[in-house]
């Protein structure tokens, strides 16, 4: 049926729908090919991979995804992308060079698989996660729990990082994470249909040339960050970079473009910034 839908890798696919049935992993699953299940569960599994054939995100389907070896529901929320491990994973990196604790901020957060990687990584650090979207905070708040960082992580709704201000604090913070939306509102009607029609638009739209969000970070965040604080964000890819890269160290701004870093297919999509410092 998921070969038929033109599903890719639909073998794979077919596996993960009965671990999600049996609760197990794969290599449980191929280790005992010839285990029996009911007629029951078989129509269960076929009615997953019906959703699946129409088009339906699997990590919605069975209501979890995987994201840097840690399980994320992803109700209402953007599902992780393998490129946002590597964002993820440079911050990490920033981080463990750095001594001692520290407060970080995760713009954006959706599921809160950043917030909450970073979180579980470095327990001497303190987390701020921040979205517009009231359902993605509900997400993000019970992948804190199921991951047993809640008590670190403090959830903030608001349009803006102008709007945290009374919340998190003016020059308090020593590192911002940020996976914005970033796709040209024009462009999001010719992607694929799984993500077309079923993720959330609000965590896709970044409106005309897709960099509203990121200029309104680069313009409100220097305020809450510490002097010398370093900002990762997502793009969309050379395009994008090259065009916040222009805005760098432009008066009020408070933020200097430092250099790019590349996904795993060779394209220009992250970058980091840095809070100037004080004369």
Sequence with gaps: MLSDAGIYQPFIEADRIICHLLREDRASLHAHPERLISPREAEFVMNLAARRARGEPLA???????????????????????????????????????????ILADWCTGSGCIAVTLAA????????AADSNQAALLTASANCRFHSVRERVTLIECESPAEALQIVGEASLDLVVSNPP?????????????????????????????LDVCRLMLVELPRLMK???????????????????????????????????????????????IKSKKE
Aim: net charge negative; proline share 4%.
């Design 227 to 273: 002097d010398g604080a370093a900002f990762f964000i997502e793009t969309g890819g050379a395009g994008q970079v090259s065009e916040l890269a222009n805005l760098s160290g432009q008066a009020g701004r408070g933020l200097d473009f430092i250099r790019s870093f590349e996904d795993h297919r060779g394209i220009d999509r992250f970058m980091l910034w």
């Design 60 to 102: 919605y389907i069975i209501g979890f995804s995987l994201f840097l070896d840690r399980e994320f529901m992803v109700e209402s929320t953007l599902i992780p992308r393998p490129e946002t491990e590597i964002l993820t994973s440079l911050a990490d990196e920033y981080i463990k060079k750095t001594s001692g604790s520290g």
């Design 182 to 210: 970033y796709i040209p509102t024009a462009v999001i009607d010719t992607l694929e249909r799984q993500v077309r029609d079923y993720e959330p638009r609000v965590a896709l739209d970044g409106g005309i040339d897709g």
């Design 121 to 128: 990584r470095n327990p001497r650090w303190s987390v701020y």
